[in-house]
């Protein structure tokens, strides 16, 4: 299963300020965070790395410089950020004082942090935040639901980082419902797990559905015991939180191939649309079989001796190489926001 760590930073050392709605990638063993909000609210455009192979105690504030015009990174909330090798993508994001929404594509080069704004031609999706965005084949990005001026989307886009053109595909299956805050995990190079968001009703959804990118075809979506949205989830070696390879009645399992490890998908924290919660559930793509593998603050069956992370939402969470193991993968949360404050400390969720 797994543990979590606490890791404190060092006496005087620089951190990001306590922030929600952040965006977050990983390279490796660094964790990169731009922009976000706090709860007044204050956006942010500052960026940050956390090298976890290192020293896992200490951020670095990045300062990046424009590559052709003078500029700055504009402050949002609700943007994803999505790395292709040494490149990450930063698509939409709002201005949560004004309400404006962004659907602008910036690329930021993380060997010189140099950024800039990617000239696009042709259609482009309509401004939103609170969407996904997943990595298909190394070159292209897919983007689903999210919110924009009329409210929940439930359209799925298409961005060829080569050409730098969007498209909107025609789709097989049977689409989840427009939703926001949701989570979309690429589970490898083509299939994705989408899970929990609000709909346009405000209700808190329970769902998860796979979409393969291969065919654009929508695939098994069943209803889960836990409602979710301003959660996060991240795919990691099934040994780290769920196990067993399991179908659905009405599907035959999506199994990936025999070269790939098994994977299943970690939720955590997030909004049931009663509380904010703090626990930690998995999700096995092939079936959806859902399981419980920590619960949360206050919930009383911890161990004296384990550490877990405050309850949260809006916080961001990522995959990096295991620093407590030869073979694994952690997951790192960073931030976030629950009822009583704003938060910036780190938390990793150890697979054994």
Known sequence: MGVWNLPKLDRGASAPAA???????????RVICFGGADRSPTPFSDLWELDTGRHC??????????????????????ATMTAAGDILYIFGGQDPVTGGCYNDIIMLDSRSWQWMALEVTGVRPPARHS??????????????????????LGDLWVFDLTSRQWSQPATQGDPPA??????????????????????PDGKVLCDACLFDASSLTWRLKEPTPFARCAHTAVA??????????????????????????????????????????????????????????????????QRLDQQIP????AHGAVRVPSTALDHGKDMVVFGGVNPLQDLN???????M
């Open 236 to 301: 990691l070696p099934s040994e780290a939180g769920c196990s067993g390879n399991h179908q659905s009645d009405n599907d035959e399992p999506m199994s990936s191939s025999p070269e790939t490890e098994h994977m299943c998908v970690l939720v955590y924290g997030g909004f049931s649309g009663d509380a904010v919660e703090g626990d930690l559930i998995s999700i096995d793509p092939d079936g959806i079989d859902v399981q419980m593998v920590s619960r949360g603050p206050d919930q009383g069956d």
């Open 310 to 313: 405050q309850a949260r939402f």
């Open 19 to 29: 922030r929600g709605g952040h965006a977050i990638a990983s390279i490796g063993s």
């Open 345 to 351: 400390d780190v938390a990793i969720w150890q697979g």
């Open 57 to 78: 105690n200490q951020w670095t504030r990045i300062q990046p410089t424009a590559n052709v015009e003078r500029g700055k990174l504009v402050p949002r909330s609700g």
């Open 178 to 199: 427009p939703r926001e805050m949701h989570s979309g995990t690429m589970l490898d190079d083509t299939r994705m797990l989408i899970y929990g968001g609000r709909g």
């Open 131 to 152: 969407h996904i965005t997943g990595l298909v084949q190394k070159n292209t990005l897919v983007v689903f639901g999210g919110a924009g001026a009329q409210g929940p």
